[in-house]
């Protein structure tokens, strides 16, 4: 409960009708889940405007309601009206006044780019607990509150649910918390009025450009994220991708690079690598860890500035490394029993697919079959679908096109987008198979003993999204049940 003055604290109301002493139980912006004396703030989203629903919260009970547009000239007696410029800005910086300010009681560090964000955020999140810290995750994956798992359902959750999320990490005791930033929720600016401690940059491969429409709105949408850090925190960039320096170059935060080819803070290289693992030298430091790829060097090296930012030794950072295992759905290796390697990676773009398949073929050596099943989702960027196929096409011995998660699309269309990219070589390796699980078993049966299948594209989800319906689909279980490992 919060006095409505109290609440409005952080921002500057235009106009207010009403008194500003009620009490405020709740803050909501989908109507549909306002409760008697919540405030109701009208967010005109990419959907639907929520000025449209203020009489719908009214009359469920919202005592308050924060708008952008005018006050209406005609008002309940015992509802007040508050106007700010932009109530997308607004909901952050109310909802983190009602949470009691979590980003002031726990140290907040956020990741961002086209890749990596899962892999660094979790395994910052694991490292931590390992270290004996209470800590806190947001991720694509899962939210974690301790070791006390909450369901997700967006990469980065909206403002209300977020703060929410953070206030009860906070209360639970919870030092740390390690969250993914999408370039939606940065543009819509769900982080809005979170103090972070630091913050990283992954990469920018093109992605979401349905949304964004070019990519320097895309690469503007991260970049806003370290323009908004405080002079206390700090920024890790990637010094091999181009665009690392770009998002620091208007940063306050004190600024850290790491790289596996240039001069940079926290540099790390590949001494040995399997599909088992790799021994690594982090900044003169030998380690040896159970994740596979260039890529993953990469985002330990993330994981290792950020540590070192936030004070652990380099010493023990390491020793907890060398235990921790990848995360689901990202390079993971079943093995059958007659030799053949599946990796199961999340990777859904162009770039991701191309990191994962240059990492299988620098352990092979081209020595062994490579074989890539992989689709794209639908409703989504249409212009990488064609790019997807090229690049598994150009990196792997046979390609399978599939099903990922078509949603409201027709999957052979899909499909069809994919094969439209392939010249007639990548063409004559390609073959179509869209029901996923059948792609699966497909590969399983043409591979010979030392082959390696990548099956990209979903990773850790176990559906596949038809129609707008949810079905249980875990290529996990596939692979297993397709390499007689499971009845």
């Given amino acids: 409960m919060m006095k409505l003055s109290d609440l409005l604290q952080k921002i500057s109301p235009l106009e207010t009708r009403g008194s500003l002493t009620i009490d405020i139980n709740g803050v909501n912006m989908d109507s549909r889940l306002v409760e008697k004396g919540n405030l109701f703030v009208a967010v005109k989203g990419t959907q639907t405007d929520g000025h449209a629903f203020i009489a719908g919260a009214i009359e469920k009970g919202a005592s308050a309601i924060l708008v952008s547009e005018p006050i209406p000239a005609e008002t309940p007696t015992d509802v007040t009206f508050v106007r700010v410029a932009d109530t997308?800005?607004?909901?952050?910086?109310?909802?983190?006044?009602?949470?009691?300010?979590?980003?002031?009681?726990?140290?907040?560090?956020?990741?961002?780019?086209?890749?990596?964000?899962?892999?660094?955020?979790?395994?910052?999140?694991?490292?931590?607990?390992?270290?004996?810290?209470?800590?806190?995750?947001?991720?694509?994956?899962?939210?974690?509150?301790?070791t006390h798992a909450v369901p997700t359902e967006h990469t980065t959750p909206d403002p209300v649910t977020l703060n929410k999320l953070l206030g009860e990490m906070a209360d639970e005791g919870c030092e740390y918390a390690f969250m993914e930033c999408s370039s939606h929720a940065i543009h819509q600016k769900r982080i809005g009025g979170l103090d972070f401690?630091?913050?990283?940059?992954?990469?920018?491969?093109?992605?979401?450009?349905?949304?964004?429409?070019?990519?320097?709105?895309?690469?503007?949408?991260?970049?806003?994220?370290?323009?908004?850090?405080?002079?206390?925190?700090?920024?890790?960039?990637?010094?091999?991708?181009?665009?690392?320096?770009?998002?620091?170059?208007?940063?306050?935060?004190?600024?850290?690079?790491?790289?596996?080819?240039?001069a940079a803070d926290y540099k790390g290289k590949i001494l040995e690598e399997s599909l088992e693992g790799m021994l690594l030298e982090i900044n003169g430091r030998e380690v040896s860890v159970r994740f596979v790829?260039?890529?993953?060097?990469?985002?330990?090296?993330?994981?290792?500035?950020?540590?070192?930012?936030?004070?652990?030794?380099?010493?023990?950072?390491?020793?907890?490394?060398?235990?921790?295992?990848?995360?689901?759905?990202?390079?993971?290796?079943?093995?059958?029993?007659?030799?053949?390697?599946?990796?199961?990676?999340?990777?859904?773009?162009?770039?991701?697919?191309?990191?994962?398949?240059?990492?299988?073929?620098?352990?092979?050596?081209?020595?062994?079959?490579?074989?890539?099943?992989?689709?794209?989702?639908?409703?989504?960027?249409?212009?990488?679908?064609?790019?997807?196929?090229?690049?598994?096409?150009?990196r792997s011995d046979r390609v399978i096109i599939t099903s990922d998660n078509p949603r409201f699309e027709e999957p052979q269309a899909i499909v069809d987008d994919m094969l439209a990219g392939l010249d007639e070589t990548q063409r004559a390796k390609t073959i179509a198979i869209v029901d996923r699980r059948e792609a699966i078993r497909a590969a399983a049966a043409m591979a010979q003993a030392g082959d390696v299948i990548l099956i990209a594209g979903k990773g850790h989800e176990p559906y596949q999204e038809i129609k707008g319906v949810k079905h249980h689909f875990d290529d996990h279980e596939e692979v297993r049940k397709a390499f007689g490992l499971e009845a």
């Fill in 88 to 146: 997308e800005d607004a909901i952050g910086k109310v909802a983190t006044t009602f949470y009691g300010d979590p980003t002031q009681r726990l140290k907040l560090v956020g990741v961002t780019g086209t890749n990596g964000k899962t892999t660094i955020a979790t395994v910052l999140y694991h490292l931590f607990t390992e270290l004996g810290f209470k800590c806190g995750l947001c991720s694509t994956v899962c939210n974690y509150i301790g």
């Fill in 293 to 394: 790829g260039r890529f993953n060097v990469s985002n330990l090296l993330a994981v290792y500035g950020a540590a070192i930012e936030l004070g652990v030794s380099p010493d023990e950072t390491l020793r907890v490394l060398s235990s921790l295992h990848p995360v689901n759905g990202r390079f993971e290796a079943i093995r059958s029993p007659k030799g053949v390697s599946a990796i199961i990676d999340y990777a859904h773009t162009p770039d991701a697919l191309a990191n994962v398949l240059s990492s299988i073929d620098e352990i092979v050596h081209g020595k062994a079959q490579v074989i890539t099943v992989c689709g794209a989702g639908g409703n989504r960027d249409k212009g990488k679908r064609p790019l997807m196929a090229q690049e598994a096409a150009n």
């Fill in 197 to 262: 401690a630091g913050a990283l940059f992954t990469n920018l491969t093109r992605d979401h450009l349905d949304y964004h429409k070019t990519f320097e709105n895309y690469r503007d949408a991260k970049k806003a994220f370290f323009d908004g850090l405080s002079k206390q925190a700090f920024a890790i960039t990637n010094a091999d991708d181009k665009n690392g320096p770009i998002m620091v170059q208007n940063t306050k935060a004190r600024i850290k690079t790491y790289s596996t080819r240039a």
